[in-house]
Protein backbone atom coordinates (compact mmCIF):
# COMPACT_ATOMS: atom_id res chain seq x y z
CA UNK A 1 0.00 0.00 0.00
CA UNK A 2 1.51 3.29 -0.95
CA UNK A 3 0.45 4.85 2.69
CA UNK A 4 3.16 2.15 3.91
CA UNK A 5 6.50 3.31 1.73
CA UNK A 6 8.41 5.52 4.30
CA UNK A 7 9.77 8.57 2.52
CA UNK A 8 12.97 9.55 4.07
CA UNK A 9 12.96 12.47 2.91
CA UNK A 10 9.42 13.52 4.44
CA UNK A 11 11.03 12.55 7.37
CA UNK A 12 14.04 14.53 7.44
CA UNK A 13 11.76 17.48 6.92
CA UNK A 14 9.28 16.34 10.08
CA UNK A 15 12.49 15.94 12.09
CA UNK A 16 13.48 20.04 10.99
CA UNK A 17 10.54 20.82 11.93
CA UNK A 18 10.65 19.63 14.96
CA UNK A 19 13.75 21.22 15.95
CA UNK A 20 13.35 24.39 17.80
CA UNK A 21 15.80 27.15 17.32
CA UNK A 22 13.68 29.73 18.69
CA UNK A 23 15.04 32.48 21.28
CA UNK A 24 14.29 34.88 22.98
CA UNK A 25 15.79 38.32 23.76
CA UNK A 26 14.23 40.08 25.80
CA UNK A 27 10.93 40.47 24.65
CA UNK A 28 12.47 39.97 21.25
CA UNK A 29 11.82 36.58 19.62
CA UNK A 30 14.43 35.23 17.07
CA UNK A 31 13.52 32.22 15.11
CA UNK A 32 16.69 30.62 15.38
CA UNK A 33 19.96 32.07 17.31
CA UNK A 34 21.94 33.55 14.08
CA UNK A 35 22.28 36.93 13.77
CA UNK A 36 24.74 39.32 12.12
CA UNK A 37 27.85 41.31 13.90
CA UNK A 38 27.19 45.53 13.47
CA UNK A 39 29.39 46.73 10.96
CA UNK A 40 30.33 43.66 8.81
CA UNK A 41 26.79 43.37 7.24
CA UNK A 42 26.08 47.20 6.30
CA UNK A 43 22.19 48.04 6.32
CA UNK A 44 21.55 44.34 5.19
CA UNK A 45 20.33 45.88 1.80
CA UNK A 46 24.20 45.63 0.86
CA UNK A 47 23.95 41.48 1.66
CA UNK A 48 20.43 40.86 0.33
CA UNK A 49 21.65 39.44 -3.44
CA UNK A 50 24.14 37.24 -1.64
CA UNK A 51 21.64 35.45 0.91
CA UNK A 52 17.82 35.07 2.01
CA UNK A 53 18.12 37.62 4.74
CA UNK A 54 15.17 36.35 6.26
CA UNK A 55 16.38 33.27 7.24
CA UNK A 56 18.31 35.18 9.95
CA UNK A 57 17.64 35.44 13.45
CA UNK A 58 17.79 39.45 13.08
CA UNK A 59 20.11 41.47 10.97
CA UNK A 60 21.94 43.70 12.81
CA UNK A 61 22.93 47.20 11.42
CA UNK A 62 26.27 49.66 11.54
CA UNK A 63 26.35 51.94 14.21
CA UNK A 64 24.25 54.86 14.28
CA UNK A 65 24.58 58.28 16.13
CA UNK A 66 21.96 61.22 16.18
CA UNK A 67 24.25 63.14 13.05
CA UNK A 68 26.07 61.71 10.46
CA UNK A 69 29.86 60.68 10.92
CA UNK A 70 32.70 60.82 7.95
CA UNK A 71 34.73 58.07 9.41
CA UNK A 72 38.42 57.74 9.69
CA UNK A 73 41.02 58.47 6.60
CA UNK A 74 42.29 55.59 4.97
CA UNK A 75 43.39 52.83 5.10
CA UNK A 76 41.22 51.68 7.76
CA UNK A 77 41.30 47.59 7.40
CA UNK A 78 44.41 45.57 7.89
CA UNK A 79 44.72 41.69 7.31
CA UNK A 80 46.96 39.96 10.12
CA UNK A 81 47.25 36.24 11.02
CA UNK A 82 43.60 34.70 11.22
CA UNK A 83 42.34 38.05 11.83
CA UNK A 84 41.70 41.69 10.64
CA UNK A 85 42.18 45.12 12.35
CA UNK A 86 39.65 47.82 11.66
CA UNK A 87 39.49 51.67 12.25
CA UNK A 88 36.60 52.67 9.86
CA UNK A 89 35.17 55.53 12.79
CA UNK A 90 31.82 54.25 12.91
CA UNK A 91 30.90 56.33 9.21
CA UNK A 92 27.80 56.46 9.25
CA UNK A 93 24.06 58.70 7.82
CA UNK A 94 23.13 59.45 11.23
CA UNK A 95 19.11 58.73 12.68
CA UNK A 96 17.60 61.13 9.91
CA UNK A 97 19.88 59.57 7.10
CA UNK A 98 19.46 56.01 8.03
CA UNK A 99 15.40 56.25 8.50
CA UNK A 100 15.46 57.76 5.29
CA UNK A 101 17.97 55.30 3.68
CA UNK A 102 18.12 52.18 4.82
CA UNK A 103 14.89 52.09 7.06
CA UNK A 104 12.38 51.02 3.78
CA UNK A 105 14.11 48.28 3.20
CA UNK A 106 14.67 46.49 6.65
CA UNK A 107 11.12 47.70 7.73
CA UNK A 108 10.11 45.18 5.09
CA UNK A 109 12.04 42.07 5.97
CA UNK A 110 10.53 39.05 7.63
CA UNK A 111 12.90 39.05 11.03
CA UNK A 112 13.68 41.89 12.98
CA UNK A 113 16.19 44.32 12.26
CA UNK A 114 18.53 45.23 15.64
CA UNK A 115 19.69 48.67 15.16
CA UNK A 116 23.37 48.94 17.02
CA UNK A 117 23.47 52.88 18.48
CA UNK A 118 25.98 55.10 20.07
CA UNK A 119 26.97 58.61 20.86
CA UNK A 120 28.95 60.80 22.92
CA UNK A 121 27.11 61.78 25.64
CA UNK A 122 24.46 59.65 27.48
CA UNK A 123 22.13 62.41 26.52
CA UNK A 124 23.01 61.76 22.51
CA UNK A 125 22.25 57.82 23.48
CA UNK A 126 19.54 58.43 24.65
CA UNK A 127 18.08 60.76 22.35
CA UNK A 128 19.02 57.62 19.48
CA UNK A 129 17.10 55.33 21.67
CA UNK A 130 14.24 57.92 21.88
CA UNK A 131 14.52 58.41 17.78
CA UNK A 132 14.41 54.97 16.99
CA UNK A 133 11.64 54.26 19.80
CA UNK A 134 9.07 56.89 18.06
CA UNK A 135 10.11 55.18 14.09
CA UNK A 136 7.87 51.73 15.20
CA UNK A 137 8.86 48.21 14.12
CA UNK A 138 12.68 48.16 15.29
CA UNK A 139 13.13 44.94 17.01
CA UNK A 140 16.06 46.22 19.73
CA UNK A 141 18.84 48.74 20.57
CA UNK A 142 22.17 47.66 20.26
CA UNK A 143 24.30 49.93 22.90
CA UNK A 144 27.75 50.79 21.30
CA UNK A 145 29.37 51.31 24.75
CA UNK A 146 32.68 49.63 23.29
CA UNK A 147 33.31 50.69 20.25
CA UNK A 148 37.83 51.42 20.10
CA UNK A 149 38.17 53.57 17.05
CA UNK A 150 36.66 56.92 18.01
CA UNK A 151 38.39 59.55 20.14
CA UNK A 152 34.73 60.34 21.60
CA UNK A 153 32.06 57.98 22.99
CA UNK A 154 32.03 54.38 22.46
CA UNK A 155 34.92 52.61 24.91
CA UNK A 156 34.69 55.61 27.35
CA UNK A 157 31.18 54.35 28.32
CA UNK A 158 31.72 50.21 28.26
CA UNK A 159 35.08 50.89 29.94
CA UNK A 160 34.00 52.79 33.16
CA UNK A 161 30.73 51.14 35.41
CA UNK A 162 29.39 54.33 36.20
CA UNK A 163 29.08 55.44 32.92
CA UNK A 164 27.82 52.40 31.53
CA UNK A 165 25.14 52.53 33.88
CA UNK A 166 24.23 55.90 33.18
CA UNK A 167 24.71 55.63 29.37
CA UNK A 168 22.13 52.14 29.84
CA UNK A 169 19.79 53.52 32.67
CA UNK A 170 19.37 56.76 30.09
CA UNK A 171 18.01 54.59 27.31
CA UNK A 172 15.95 52.67 29.53
CA UNK A 173 13.97 55.91 30.56
CA UNK A 174 13.82 56.66 26.87
CA UNK A 175 12.67 53.09 25.14
CA UNK A 176 10.64 50.07 25.77
CA UNK A 177 12.29 48.64 22.77
CA UNK A 178 14.58 45.70 24.26
CA UNK A 179 18.16 46.65 25.04
CA UNK A 180 21.26 44.81 24.01
CA UNK A 181 24.36 46.41 25.56
CA UNK A 182 27.56 45.52 23.36
CA UNK A 183 30.37 45.26 25.96
CA UNK A 184 34.01 45.91 25.80
CA UNK A 185 36.91 43.09 25.94
CA UNK A 186 39.12 45.60 27.20
CA UNK A 187 38.51 45.21 30.84
CA UNK A 188 40.45 43.44 33.30
CA UNK A 189 36.96 41.18 34.48
CA UNK A 190 33.42 41.92 32.68
CA UNK A 191 31.60 40.64 35.80
CA UNK A 192 31.00 43.96 37.47
CA UNK A 193 29.89 45.65 33.82
CA UNK A 194 28.05 42.88 32.75
CA UNK A 195 26.28 43.54 35.77
CA UNK A 196 26.13 47.16 35.92
CA UNK A 197 24.23 47.03 32.41
CA UNK A 198 21.92 44.15 33.79
CA UNK A 199 21.11 46.50 36.70
CA UNK A 200 20.74 49.75 34.95
CA UNK A 201 17.69 47.87 32.44
CA UNK A 202 19.66 46.26 29.68
CA UNK A 203 17.55 43.11 28.34
CA UNK A 204 20.64 41.33 27.25
CA UNK A 205 24.12 41.88 26.93
CA UNK A 206 26.84 41.24 23.29
CA UNK A 207 30.22 40.17 24.00
CA UNK A 208 31.95 40.96 22.71
CA UNK A 209 33.48 44.16 20.47
CA UNK A 210 36.99 44.46 19.01
CA UNK A 211 39.96 44.12 20.99
CA UNK A 212 42.12 47.46 20.46
CA UNK A 213 45.65 46.47 18.36
CA UNK A 214 48.25 48.04 16.19
CA UNK A 215 50.21 46.37 12.96
CA UNK A 216 53.31 48.23 11.68
CA UNK A 217 54.72 47.96 8.02
CA UNK A 218 58.57 47.13 8.41
CA UNK A 219 59.50 48.69 5.28
CA UNK A 220 58.22 52.11 5.81
CA UNK A 221 57.57 51.58 9.48
CA UNK A 222 54.58 53.05 9.32
CA UNK A 223 51.53 51.81 11.13
CA UNK A 224 49.50 50.09 8.31
CA UNK A 225 46.53 51.91 9.77
CA UNK A 226 45.94 55.96 9.23
CA UNK A 227 44.28 56.00 12.67
CA UNK A 228 47.47 54.23 13.68
CA UNK A 229 45.47 51.72 16.42
CA UNK A 230 42.34 50.05 15.49
CA UNK A 231 40.40 46.73 16.69
CA UNK A 232 40.57 42.97 16.18
CA UNK A 233 38.18 40.90 14.70
CA UNK A 234 38.10 37.62 13.24
CA UNK A 235 38.92 33.67 14.24
CA UNK A 236 42.20 34.85 16.39
CA UNK A 237 40.25 36.69 18.83
CA UNK A 238 37.42 33.86 19.03
CA UNK A 239 39.12 31.96 22.21
CA UNK A 240 39.48 35.02 24.15
CA UNK A 241 35.38 35.86 23.26
CA UNK A 242 34.29 32.72 24.52
CA UNK A 243 36.41 32.68 27.66
CA UNK A 244 34.75 36.58 28.30
CA UNK A 245 30.85 34.90 27.40
CA UNK A 246 31.58 32.37 29.82
CA UNK A 247 32.46 34.61 32.68
CA UNK A 248 29.39 37.29 32.10
CA UNK A 249 27.11 34.17 31.45
CA UNK A 250 27.98 33.30 35.69
CA UNK A 251 27.50 37.32 36.35
CA UNK A 252 24.27 38.01 34.94
CA UNK A 253 20.48 36.35 33.76
CA UNK A 254 19.84 38.08 31.13
CA UNK A 255 20.82 36.19 27.52
CA UNK A 256 23.87 36.77 25.96
CA UNK A 257 24.66 37.20 22.43
CA UNK A 258 28.06 35.61 21.78
CA UNK A 259 30.52 37.02 19.07
CA UNK A 260 34.20 37.20 17.93
CA UNK A 261 35.61 35.16 15.06
CA UNK A 262 32.34 32.83 14.38
CA UNK A 263 33.05 31.07 10.95
CA UNK A 264 30.98 27.56 11.54
CA UNK A 265 28.43 26.15 13.42
CA UNK A 266 31.19 24.14 15.89
CA UNK A 267 32.29 27.82 16.61
CA UNK A 268 28.77 29.20 17.29
CA UNK A 269 27.84 26.09 19.29
CA UNK A 270 31.29 26.65 21.35
CA UNK A 271 29.66 30.33 22.33
CA UNK A 272 26.19 28.74 22.66
CA UNK A 273 27.99 25.99 25.45
CA UNK A 274 29.68 28.68 26.98
CA UNK A 275 26.42 30.29 27.79
CA UNK A 276 25.35 32.79 24.96
CA UNK A 277 21.81 32.15 23.87
CA UNK A 278 22.59 33.87 20.39
CA UNK A 279 25.63 34.41 18.55
CA UNK A 280 26.56 36.70 15.45
CA UNK A 281 28.88 36.00 12.59
CA UNK A 282 30.85 39.19 12.04
CA UNK A 283 34.41 38.90 10.00
CA UNK A 284 33.67 36.36 8.29
CA UNK A 285 30.64 37.81 6.41
CA UNK A 286 33.46 39.77 4.30
CA UNK A 287 34.86 36.62 3.04
CA UNK A 288 31.52 34.47 2.97
CA UNK A 289 28.30 36.32 2.62
CA UNK A 290 26.19 33.04 3.78
CA UNK A 291 28.10 32.25 6.69
CA UNK A 292 24.96 32.42 8.83
CA UNK A 293 23.57 30.27 7.10
CA UNK A 294 25.42 27.63 7.08
CA UNK A 295 25.65 28.17 11.21
CA UNK A 296 22.10 27.84 11.15
CA UNK A 297 22.02 24.73 9.28
CA UNK A 298 24.72 22.75 10.85
CA UNK A 299 23.60 23.73 14.81
CA UNK A 300 20.32 22.08 13.10
CA UNK A 301 22.77 19.20 12.05
CA UNK A 302 24.05 19.15 15.51
CA UNK A 303 20.67 19.15 17.20
CA UNK A 304 19.89 16.15 15.18
CA UNK A 305 22.84 14.23 15.66
CA UNK A 306 22.45 14.74 19.29
CA UNK A 307 18.61 14.67 19.27
CA UNK A 308 18.54 17.65 20.95
CA UNK A 309 14.84 19.25 20.23
CA UNK A 310 15.40 22.59 21.61
CA UNK A 311 18.55 24.79 20.87
CA UNK A 312 17.85 26.45 24.46
CA UNK A 313 19.07 23.07 26.39
CA UNK A 314 22.71 23.86 24.66
CA UNK A 315 23.10 27.19 26.38
CA UNK A 316 25.68 26.94 29.25
CA UNK A 317 26.28 23.44 28.93
CA UNK A 318 29.91 23.47 29.45
CA UNK A 319 30.26 20.59 31.33
CA UNK A 320 33.06 21.84 34.21
CA UNK A 321 35.44 19.65 35.39
CA UNK A 322 34.80 18.43 39.02
C1 LIG B 1 34.73 46.55 9.90
C2 LIG B 1 34.06 46.40 11.24
C3 LIG B 1 33.13 47.37 11.66
C4 LIG B 1 32.51 47.27 12.90
N1 LIG B 1 31.59 48.22 13.28
C5 LIG B 1 30.93 48.09 14.46
C6 LIG B 1 29.92 49.02 14.85
O1 LIG B 1 29.56 49.95 14.11
N2 LIG B 1 29.32 48.86 16.08
C7 LIG B 1 29.66 47.81 16.91
O2 LIG B 1 29.10 47.70 18.00
N3 LIG B 1 30.59 46.88 16.54
C8 LIG B 1 31.22 47.00 15.36
N4 LIG B 1 32.15 46.05 14.98
C9 LIG B 1 32.43 44.90 15.87
C10 LIG B 1 31.62 43.67 15.45
O3 LIG B 1 30.23 43.93 15.53
C11 LIG B 1 31.98 42.43 16.31
O4 LIG B 1 31.74 42.74 17.66
C12 LIG B 1 33.43 42.02 16.13
O5 LIG B 1 33.80 42.15 14.80
C13 LIG B 1 33.69 40.60 16.63
O6 LIG B 1 33.11 39.63 15.79
P1 LIG B 1 33.93 38.91 14.59
O7 LIG B 1 35.26 38.49 15.16
O8 LIG B 1 33.07 37.76 14.15
O9 LIG B 1 34.09 39.93 13.51
C14 LIG B 1 32.79 46.14 13.74
C15 LIG B 1 33.70 45.16 13.29
C16 LIG B 1 34.32 45.27 12.06
C17 LIG B 1 35.25 44.18 11.60
Not at 3 to 27: C, F, H, K, Y
Not at 149 to 168: H, M, P, W
Request: net charge neutral.
Amino acid sequence: MKSEIRNPMSEAANDARATDLSVQIGSLRMQNPVTVASGTFGYGVEYAELLDLNQLGAVVVKGIRLTPVRGNPTPRTVEVASGLINAIGLQGPGVDGFIQKYWPFLKGLKVPTIINIWGTTVEEYAEVARRFDGLGGVGALELNVSCPNIKEGGAQFGTDARLLSQVVAACRKATRLPLITKMSPNVVSIAPYAKAAEDAGSDALAVTNSYPAMAIDIETRRPKLANVTGGLTGPCIKPIAIKLVWEAAKAVKIPIIGMGGIQNAADALEFIMAGATAVAVGTANFYEPQTALHVIEGIRDFMQRKDIRDVREIVGSVQLPK
